[in-house]
């Protein structure tokens, strides 16, 4: 009897300590509600980890952290692997980035190259008002934010002739990227816009459902592309060019000139050059995503 | 010349179409045709998508159309009803909503391109390239809700009933279309394919009609002839 009694505290005991480890040891603070045409926008902070969270109550994970103590540096592994791009146009002088999110992505890029001219493309005027009030992002006479759609933003670009160096896609709507701005049509008309040693850096997630498809269209379009992915992240980042792709010595060479640069921001860009990969590890034979086809008509393959 | 006589008496006693189409028959098309209206609609935010973007002002734009369209269409409607209303007139609106829905297919980019390029603001361009695309299909479409009204209706007693069961049915037949081109339609085919498949639907109501009141009128010619004859 009194064993049994002690066996059944000394459970509670373990199963108390369980929980107690189990509990944040600072507690998260939401800071901003915002429900947009779009989207709900929380602000949430952990000690001084701040974070810009959508749809919180579908479980939607973080799209951008800050360290408010230390700004510069980069918290994600998605937003560390953009920078991979440098790697084959180290220099760019006008960038497109389509999708703000906290506005991290451009506040290093505007850092890193104070004359390079950024455009930043956002759907949602209160995501950039968000950025600009809780995430540290300013505009300046070089880095601007349009609030437009990127299809339109892109089309316009190209009928008016403008070309960018460095492209960044990074638009991701209630659940994944927006299904026009993942058709042949859509990333033509990127082509359109890019000069002739243009890099083109989109993010997509490895586990989409869309996989095969995305990478049988942008192979389509664009040709090999580097494939880039990481053990420590989701993401997949299709990286690739109007030219044929480098050689993975002059990668290398480049990361070696360039890892000194990135270090305050956390980017591991030595880690890089190894995992370019342009192997093929996608379903060749499935459909080319077009504007007459585009991915809600593969939610029957689920 | 027996014949040409009946045939000038007939038609001076009554108007030429003058055989009423089943209840049943006017309420199916009916049903297709609000079938059809949403089914284009739904498609419609995702043939501006490459133009004006996935907005929500797309959608506002595209629904503001339809509803301007079809409330100019009822009013055209109810008017032509008044005048000798006949099925032939209710199979042309069926008909030719079916070729003006055409362009929608053949002819968006070629509409949407000059309308993206003069005007920069993405809601305006939806707005217009709505106009330009939906504005004739649909009000046609919703002329043919008055106008089966007036078809159905032999009383005035019995006008309020008629209405409430045909707009019941068209509106019935508007969640269908909605839901089965937002569920279904769209993952089963290409938009320009739901697209065709409409029009052609469409065609079918307006023959069907047609087809009807052919056999109805020759009934009724078969019926009369051997009373003049006795």
Same mark, same amino acid.
């Given at each position: 009897?009194?064993?049994?009694?002690?066996?059944?505290?000394?459970?509670?005991?373990?199963?108390?300590?369980?929980?107690?480890?189990?509990?944040?040891?600072?507690?998260?603070?939401?800071?901003?509600?915002?429900?947009?045409?779009?989207?709900?926008?929380?602000?949430?902070?952990?000690?001084?980890?701040?974070?810009?969270?959508?749809?919180?109550?579908? &479980?939607?994970?973080?799209?951008?952290?800050?360290?408010?103590?230390?700004?510069?540096?980069?918290?994600?592994?998605?937003?560390?692997?953009?920078?991979?791009?440098?790697?084959?146009?180290?220099?760019?002088?006008?960038?497109?980035?389509? &999708?703000?999110?906290?506005?991290?992505?451009?506040?290093?890029?505007?850092?890193?190259?104070?004359?390079?001219?950024?455009?930043?493309?956002?759907?949602?005027?209160?995501?950039?008002?968000?950025?600009?009030?809780?995430?540290?992002?300013?505009?300046?006479?070089?880095?601007?934010?349009?609030?437009?759609?990127?299809?339109?933003?892109?089309?316009?670009?190209?009928?008016?002739?403008?070309?960018?160096?460095?492209?960044?896609?990074?638009?991701?709507?209630?659940?994944?990227? $927006?299904?026009?701005?993942?058709?042949?049509?859509?990333?033509?008309?990127?082509?359109?816009?890019?000069?002739?040693?243009?890099?083109?850096?989109?993010?997509?997630?490895?586990?989409?459902?869309?996989?095969?498809?995305?990478?049988?269209?942008?192979?389509?379009?664009?040709?090999?592309?580097?494939?880039?992915?990481?053990?420590?992240?989701?993401?997949?980042?299709?990286?690739?060019?109007?030219? $044929?792709?480098?050689?993975?010595?002059?990668?290398?060479?480049?990361?070696?000139?360039?890892?000194?640069?990135?270090?305050?921001?956390?980017?591991?860009?030595?880690?890089?050059?190894?995992?370019?990969?342009?192997?093929?590890?996608?379903?060749?034979?499935?459909?080319?995503?077009?504007?007459?086809?585009?991915?809600?008509?593969?939610?029957?393959?689920? | 010349?027996?014949?040409?006589?009946?045939?000038?008496?007939?038609?001076?006693?009554? /108007?030429?179409?003058?055989?009423?189409?089943?209840?049943?028959?006017?309420?199916?098309?009916?049903?297709?045709?609000?079938?059809s209206i949403m089914t284009i609609e739904m498609l419609g935010a995702r043939i501006m998508a490459p133009y004006f973007g996935g907005s929500i002002s797309v959608w506002g734009s595209l629904i503001t159309v339809f509803m301007l369209a079809l409330s100019v269409g009822y009013?055209?409607?109810?008017?032509?009803?008044?005048?000798? /209303?006949?099925?032939?007139?209710?199979?042309?609106?069926?008909?030719?909503?079916?070729?003006?829905?055409? /362009?929608?297919?053949?002819?968006?980019?070629?509409?949407?391109?000059?309308?993206?390029?003069?005007?920069?603001?993405?809601?305006?361009?939806?707005?217009?390239?709505?106009?330009?695309?939906?504005?004739?299909?649909?009000?046609?479409?919703?002329?043919?809700?008055?106008?089966?009204?007036?078809?159905?209706?032999?009383?005035?007693?019995?006008?309020?009933?008629?209405?409430?069961?045909?707009?019941?049915?068209?509106?019935?037949?508007?969640?269908?279309?909605?839901?089965?081109?937002?569920?279904?339609?769209?993952?089963?085919?290409?938009?320009?394919?739901?697209?065709?498949?409409?029009?052609?639907?469409?065609?079918?109501?307006?023959?069907?009609?047609?087809?009807?009141?052919?056999?109805?009128?020759?009934?009724?010619?078969?019926?009369?002839? /051997?009373?003049?004859?006795?």
């Open positions: 009897m009194k064993n049994k009694l002690r066996r059944l505290l000394g459970c509670a005991l373990i199963g108390g300590v369980t929980a107690l480890l189990q509990l944040p040891l600072i507690a998260a603070e939401t800071i901003h509600e915002e429900k947009s045409l779009y989207r709900d926008i929380n602000v949430v902070q952990t000690g001084s980890r701040r974070c810009l969270i959508f749809n919180v109550h579908r &479980g939607d994970r973080n799209q951008t952290c800050v360290d408010v103590n230390n700004r510069d540096e980069l918290i994600f592994s998605y937003t560390k692997m953009s920078f991979a791009g440098l790697l084959m146009n180290p220099e760019p002088k006008k960038i497109l980035i389509a &999708g703000l999110g906290g506005g991290t992505l451009p506040l290093a890029f505007n850092d890193l190259f104070p004359d390079a001219q950024i455009d930043v493309v956002e759907v949602d005027q209160a995501v950039v008002n968000v950025a600009k009030q809780f995430f540290f992002f300013e505009e300046n006479e070089n880095m601007m934010v349009a609030v437009n759609d990127a299809r339109v933003f892109v089309k316009r670009a190209g009928i008016l002739g403008e070309k960018y160096d460095f492209i960044i896609l990074d638009a991701f709507g209630g659940d994944y990227i $927006p299904e026009h701005l993942l058709t042949q049509e859509f990333l033509e008309e990127v082509k359109q816009i890019m000069t002739e040693d243009a890099v083109l850096v989109a993010n997509t997630f490895s586990t989409s459902r869309f996989y095969d498809h995305e990478s049988v269209t942008y192979q389509r379009v664009f040709g090999e592309f580097f494939n880039f992915k990481l053990p420590s992240s989701g993401n997949r980042m299709i990286i690739t060019q109007l030219n $044929p792709l480098p050689p993975r010595g002059s990668l290398i060479t480049r990361a070696q000139a360039l890892a000194p640069s990135l270090e305050k921001y956390g980017v591991p860009l030595l880690e890089y050059p190894n995992r370019l990969s342009t192997r093929v590890d996608w379903d060749m034979s499935r459909r080319v995503l077009t504007d007459q086809y585009a991915p809600a008509n593969l939610l029957q393959d689920d | 010349m027996v014949l040409l006589r009946l045939a000038i008496i007939r038609r001076l006693a009554k /108007p030429v179409n003058s055989v009423s189409l089943p209840k049943i028959v006017v309420i199916s098309v009916a049903f297709v045709s609000g079938f009013l055209i409607g109810g008017r032509l009803s008044t005048r000798n /209303p006949n099925p032939k007139t209710f199979a042309l609106f069926f008909i030719s909503a079916a070729i003006f829905s055409i /362009p929608i297919i053949v002819f968006a980019d070629a509409i949407m391109r000059p309308i993206f390029l003069a005007i920069e603001d993405p809601r305006y361009g939806s707005l217009f390239a709505s106009i330009f695309l939906y504005f004739i299909p649909t009000s046609i479409l919703g002329m043919i809700s008055p106008y089966s009204v007036r078809l159905m209706v032999d009383s005035h007693e019995h006008s309020g009933h008629m209405a409430g069961q045909l707009f019941f049915v068209s509106t019935i037949g508007s969640a269908g279309g909605t839901l089965a081109t937002s569920f279904y339609f769209v993952l089963w085919f290409d938009v320009n394919q739901i697209l065709w498949g409409a029009v052609a639907v469409l065609l079918l109501a307006g023959s069907l009609i047609l087809f009807i009141n052919f056999l109805l009128q020759k009934n009724a010619a078969a019926s009369k002839v /051997p009373a003049y004859e006795k």
